[in-house]
């Protein structure tokens, strides 16, 4: 238990982690899968951490308050450990959120139109305040030598910096090295991920 909850108990009050990690712990399996079903895609819904070696599984595990960052080749099993990450730490009792970054991109270009209604701020809110948040695919659609725009670099500038200054933990996976990325879209990028946990995945495709 967290040492808010030892701290609080004797006044009758508990952290929201140890009261989400209760009622998961009450909850029938249908339910757990539907809870899980917030953040994991059905396709990765029977990942558990208990299926990666165990090297991997103590990083991705370890307490961290800047994040992790995954990176290798397409296929490797990127997804599926993140998933089971967050299925581990929905069950723990942690608010967790999952995007794709590029789809997230084009959400928030959505919030541009004169028929929008929602702002940029109502798509990044629950993205910067959640517990933990897990970012897919970083810079996968850009080849090496491409730049990001600056859109896309503001974009993901703002959730790291807001969540690194709240030590809120961000996972993200991607096709590049931590100095790909940085040419990919600037240094100050490169320079914030350096103080994540950086895990190369290698091993050939699983998709095929």
């Known amino acids: 238990m967290c040492k808010l909850r030892v701290a609080d108990a004797l006044i009758g009050r508990i952290c929201h982690v140890c009261y989400r990690k209760i009622r998961f712990d009450s909850l029938p399996e249908p339910q757990r899968v539907q809870e899980w079903l917030v953040a994991v895609p059905e396709r990765f819904i ?55 970054y590029e789809l997230l991109c084009l959400q928030l270009r959505d919030t541009f139109k004169p028929t929008a209604k929602h702002s940029e701020w109502d798509v990044v809110e629950p993205l910067i305040n959640c517990d933990k948040l897990i970012i897919e695919d970083i810079g996968t659609t850009r080849s090496i030598d491409s730049k990001e725009s600056d859109f896309s670099l503001r974009t993901l500038l703002v959730l790291i910096d807001m969540r690194i200054e709240h030590c ?8 590049k090295s931590v100095e790909n990325l940085a040419k990919s879209f600037d240094s100050r990028i490169g320079d914030r991920l350096r103080t994540y946990t950086i895990i190369k995945i290698a091993g050939e495709s699983k998709r095929t």
């Open 46 to 100: 029977k990942s558990d951490l208990s299926h990666l070696k165990d090297g991997l599984k103590e990083l991705l595990c370890k307490d961290t308050d800047t994040g992790i960052l995954l990176w290798g080749e397409p296929g490797v099993g990127k997804s599926y450990a993140l998933c089971a990450l967050a299925k581990d730490l929905i069950a723990k009792g942690h608010i967790v959120k999952r995007v794709n």
């Open 168 to 175: 809120r933990p961000t996972y993200i996976s991607t096709n």
